[in-house]
């Protein structure tokens, strides 16, 4: 493993997706912030999404309190549509992550377009007015690692990028050659290191694909959701059938 030990963002989201498949107020969104926070991750992610699909607007306050009493950050994803820009502001996280939002994904399906000047400026403004309302709230944008979008990302306010490792870690699932995007990764970590950027990763990653990223410290810090609490499922669901089974 690594002598820089990187940071794990716990995405929290499919604890919220659970519960909102069945309309319950469990699974607990609290209780999985303190369970990861307890555990040795390093801060909480969630994505508080337009459509509302997982995330609801009072699970980030009390996210967010979880996050104060353990003194770990927050980091909340959002697009850049006011009303979330807004929550944003009222929340005042320690990070915010801004990434493209569909409506019709299943998931954040690629980064962000900073080549179009439509989006570029709408992400600017929104990062200004992020950085103006949230006094030492750091951003990170949600981009591939392209380096005409990396020099982009230094024109607008931010401390970070977190580059979409979903096609790579597709990749690695698969069992395909993914020395190209390892490749891309070490451009774009030198180039962010010339930058002053923080390089971040996320999407798509599991215990097996992040492994070679670590072990060439590609990134400081790694936003992991989905296969965690997929995995959680399997190293859970046999203590939870026993004790019911000794209960009946
Ligand atoms: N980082 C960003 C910007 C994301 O949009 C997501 C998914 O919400 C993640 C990280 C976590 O991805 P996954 O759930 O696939 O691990």
């Not at 690594?2 to 469990?26: C, F, M, P």
């Not at 040795?40 to 994505?47: K, S």
């Not at 971040?200 to 410290?217: I, Q």
Request: overall charge negative.
């Amino acid at each position: 493993m690594s002598a820089t030990k990187a940071r794990l963002g716990v995405n929290i989201d499919h604890v919220a997706t659970l519960r909102q498949a069945r309309g319950e107020s469990y699974p607990s969104i609290v209780d999985a912030a303190n369970v990861c926070l307890g555990n040795g991750a390093d801060q909480i992610t969630i994505h508080l999404r337009e459509d509302r699909r997982h995330i609801q607007d009072t699970d980030v306050e009390a996210v967010r309190l979880v996050t104060k009493k353990f003194g770990k950050p927050l980091n909340l994803e959002i697009g850049v549509d006011p009303e979330i820009v807004d929550i944003a502001i009222a929340t005042a996280p320690d990070w915010i992550c801004v990434v493209p939002e569909k409506r019709e994904e299943k998931t954040t399906e690629g980064g962000l377009d900073l080549k179009s000047s439509e989006n570029f400026e709408k992400v600017k403004n929104a990062c200004s007015l992020l950085k103006e309302k949230i006094p030492g709230v750091k951003i990170s944008l949600f981009v591939e690692a392209d380096e005409e979008t990396l020099r982009k990302c230094k024109e607008i306010p931010c401390d970070a990028v977190e580059i979409h490792t979903g096609d790579f870690a597709r990749a690695h699932l698969n069992g395909e050659d993914t020395e190209g995007f390892i490749d891309q990764f070490r451009q774009s970590k030198k180039l962010c290191a010339e930058l002053g950027l923080g390089h971040h990763a996320g999407h798509g990653l599991t215990h097996d694909s992040v492994a070679p990223l670590v072990k060439e410290e590609l990134f400081i810090e790694y936003n992991i959701g989905h296969w965690i609490i997929c995995q959680a499922v399997f190293d859970g669901l046999a203590k939870v059938v026993s004790n019911l089974k000794e209960a009946i």
